[in-house]
């Protein structure tokens, strides 16, 4: 399963997979405190972004292709700092990969990371949620080119 990861998101769960409890959501909120912000041509323009309405937290998703490269940008409020670590995640670990590299991950990958041992089901269908989103994103990208 980790041949299906690309090279950064798999470094970020080696890291998570070596914290214990707390340091689990304790790098979880640096992810959350450290996610670029997003453009300021987005946060104009929100509606350009794509809403998550499985997630109970307002998530905006925007998929960016460039050169045959993903990029995803996240609108994800400070009060929610779990989904918004989980967002920085994303937004880094998936930083320029392909959409078929998108596609590929695993479903259930935050179990590598040890965050089923510290979230709440509730969170855990959220961050799924958020994965379904960008795939469904990586499909439509490929559907365009």
């Known amino acids: 399963m980790e041949n299906t990861l690309p090279a950064r998101l798999k470094e970020i769960i080696e890291d998570f997979a070596l914290c214990e409890g707390r340091e689990k959501l304790e790098l979880l909120l640096q992810y959350s405190e450290q996610m670029p912000p997003v453009p ?9 972004m794509e809403f998550v309405p499985e997630c ?3 998530v905006y998703v925007q998929a960016e292709m460039h050169d045959g490269h993903m990029t995803f940008f996240f609108d994800v ?9 989980f967002a920085g995640i994303m937004s880094e670990g998936l930083r320029g990969v392909s959409p078929e590299e998108v596609l590929n991950i695993p479903g259930d990958f935050y179990r590598q990371m040890g965050l089923d041992q510290v979230l709440t089901h509730q969170r855990l269908n959220g961050m799924a949620a958020i994965l379904a989103h960008i795939k469904r994103l990586a ?3 490929l559907s365009t080119q």
Do not use: I
């Open 40 to 48: 300021e041509r987005l946060s104009k323009n929100r509606d350009q």
């Open 56 to 58: 109970m937290t307002p």
């Open 77 to 85: 409020p400070d009060e929610s700092p779990t989904v918004r670590g």
């Open 139 to 141: 499909l439509h990208a």
